[in-house]
């Protein structure tokens, strides 16, 4: 017979075993229908403040519109990578896993296309990607051995159909020292950019106007470069041709009708004109307008110019005649006629005498070189910081045209002040004490958009010698377009190296080695007016990567190693005492009754 003692101890054993095997059935039961569940829901949290592991949702809806499948071979891998190329290698696997988890149309692999071969070989690779369009970088090595140099193909080829397409993934952009960084913000984008590029494979039309003085082919070279990658570019000249801007077929011959297709440029870029426009171009832009196509303007309403000084310490500067006031007017702006000194601002060298018979140059503040750094919320210009400016103009808004809609992109600091052309222009402001009173004005707009239906600047007043003009389908109302206008024309010219004599990035300074978002910015604003909003706002995505504080480490790193050793056997300690006094608790209670 079993005592009394020993029958309460079986049955606690009993219900021991019993509750743990229950746990067990319970939590392997759950995790099934875990299992199960998440193969038809799909949840993931991202954590992070800036949401760097979420993907857009213009994104998404690209990728759930995909209708074959995507193939990417990303070339980042290979034994020696140094720390940051291994960390933007998880990084891009990270952002592919995340991109594949919305479409199962793609798929991708990471490959080392060098691994195990010879000398001979492996130049013969670098040559074929070269021609595909990605070149090998240079990793140079220094240790124990000494310098060594190795390869890495920054990139991707995707392949879709019968068609491939290759994405440099690593940019290297000079204007962003963390290339790091900078080329895990644009990650998305150009993945995304590229895909999009193969299933679409249509490119928008973008054209460069010449003809009346504005910036040269060499000077915007950067930007008609980086505007290739997403569209087809041209530079034009007008010449009083309507056809350079329509499309225009021959209807019925014996009729000598004509019928106009459209617009053949989504997009016109008017960058620094410095002579007049005749009424007839103006005609063709405004027609450009009427028929839905859309300008970037930028345009310096004085004379007042850096390399006019660069010859001369002084300038007279006055109004530029475009004779392009009454297109503005109408279109609801106006380029004032003052030059902009602004407190935030870049610093020149200016020579302070000579040494042993070389020149001494003393970097001073030019108000006339503006650091804009003030930029309202719309996505052209929410991920700006700094933008370079030389000799800006302002802009006002004019008329009550209820059909428009107008929005300031940019404008000038808090401290502020307006010259009045014409003027003379020296650089011997930077070398006078600024007389802050002088600079009460504040926030000043230097680039607006103004979107919506326009009104044509010919409507009723088209001269007698317009006639023959009437039959190419004038139209004196624009369906809904939009156009942007910078009282700059700098902002998007870059600089060439007298050295290399190759373009810089547009806003790079050579006397700071300093690139500013003048290239983003103009990226952004034929983005916004091609009606690229995904990728839009793909780009407007902004993060930075957690960085260590180096001063922090050196004074207190015996205090962080010890405590990454001791802290976690504290807590092991903790957690086991706390089980003991736990299970002696409960068990020696059962044991005393």
């Known amino acids: 017979m079993i005592s009394k003692e020993k029958q309460t101890v079986l049955n606690n054993s009993r219900r021991f075993k019993k509750a743990a095997i229950i746990g067990f059935v319970t939590a392997f039961v759950i995790l099934i229908a875990a299992n199960l569940l998440s193969a038809y829901l799909f949840i993931r949290i991202d954590l992070t403040n800036d949401k760097r592991h979420s993907i857009s949702k213009e994104t998404i809806k690209i990728l759930k519109e995909l209708d074959d499948k995507i193939y990417i071979k990303v070339y980042l891998k290979g034994s020696g990578l140094p720390a940051d190329y291994q960390l ?5 696997r990270a952002m592919l896993q995340e991109i594949r988890s919305y ?28 021609k595909k369009g990605l070149r090998p970088q240079p990793i140079t090595r220094e240790d124990e051995t000494g310098i060594s140099t190795r390869y890495v193909l920054p990139g991707a080829i995707i392949t879709y159909k ?3 397409y290759p994405v440099v993934l690593m940019v290297s952009d000079p204007s962003h020292s963390d290339w790091l960084q900078y080329s895990i913000q644009e990650l998305e984008y150009n993945l995304v950019a590229t895909i999009r590029k193969l299933v679409h494979p249509v ?67 008017v960058a620094q004109p410095t002579l007049p426009f005749n009424s007839v171009d103006n005609y063709i832009i405004d027609q450009h307008i009427m028929y839905g196509g859309k300008v970037l303007w930028l345009i310096d309403a004085s004379t007042a110019s850096i390399d006019s000084l660069q010859n001369s310490p002084e300038q007279f500067a006055v109004l530029r005649n475009l004779n392009l006031n009454n297109l503005f007017f109408r279109y609801g702006v106006r380029f004032n006629a003052n030059i902009v000194q602004d407190l935030s601002c870049q610093s020149i060298p200016l020579g302070m005498g000579e040494i042993a018979g070389k020149t001494q140059y003393k970097f001073f503040a030019f108000p006339y070189a503006l650091d804009i750094v003030n930029f309202s919320t719309h996505t052209i210009v929410r991920k700006m910081k700094e933008i370079k400016s030389e000799f800006a103009g302002t802009i006002d808004f004019v008329g009550n045209d209820e059909n428009l809609q107008k929005t300031v992109l940019m404008t000038t600091s808090e401290h502020t002040k307006l010259v009045s052309v014409p003027a003379i222009v020296t650089l011997n402001v930077a070398r006078a004490k600024p007389n802050i009173e002088e600079f009460a004005f504040k926030n000043q707009p230097v680039a607006v958009l103004v979107e919506g239906t326009f009104k044509s600047a010919f409507d009723k007043l088209l001269p007698a010698t317009f006639d023959t003009i009437k039959q190419f389908g004038f139209k004196a109302e624009s369906p809904l377009t939009r156009q942007i206008f910078i009282a700059d024309g700098d902002i998007i010219r870059n600089y060439v190296d007298p050295k290399s004599n190759q373009p810089m990035p547009a806003g790079f300074d050579f006397y700071s080695g300093k690139s500013y978002d003048n290239s983003d910015l103009i990226m952004n604003c034929v983005n916004y007016l091609c009606s690229d909003n995904d990728l839009l706002q793909i780009r407007s995505k902004i993060f930075k990567i957690g960085s260590l504080d180096k001063t922090k480490i050196l004074k207190q790193q015996t205090f962080y190693a010890v405590f990454n050793i001791v802290a976690p056997l504290l807590l092991i300690l903790i957690a086991a005492g706390v089980l003991i006094i736990w299970r002696n608790i409960r068990y020696g209670r059962r044991r005393i009754a």
Not at 88 to 92: D, L
Not at 234 to 255: M, Y
């Open 88 to 92: 933007f290698a998880e990084e891009t």
């Open 162 to 164: 019968n068609s491939e």
């Open 103 to 130: 479409s199962k149309n793609i798929y991708f692999e990471f490959i080392d296309p060098v691994a195990g071969k010879g000398k001979e070989e492996i130049r013969s690779v670098y040559n074929e990607f070269i």
């Open 203 to 269: 490119k928008p039309k973008v054209a460069f106007l010449n003809g009346h003085g504005e910036l040269n082919f060499l000077n915007t070279s950067w930007m008609a470069w980086q505007l290739q990658r997403f569209y087809n570019v041209e530079f034009i000249e007008l010449k009083g041709k309507v056809n350079t801007l329509k499309e225009i077929e021959l209807a019925d011959s014996s009729q000598n009708e004509i019928k106009i297709r459209g617009n053949k440029y989504d997009v016109l870029i």
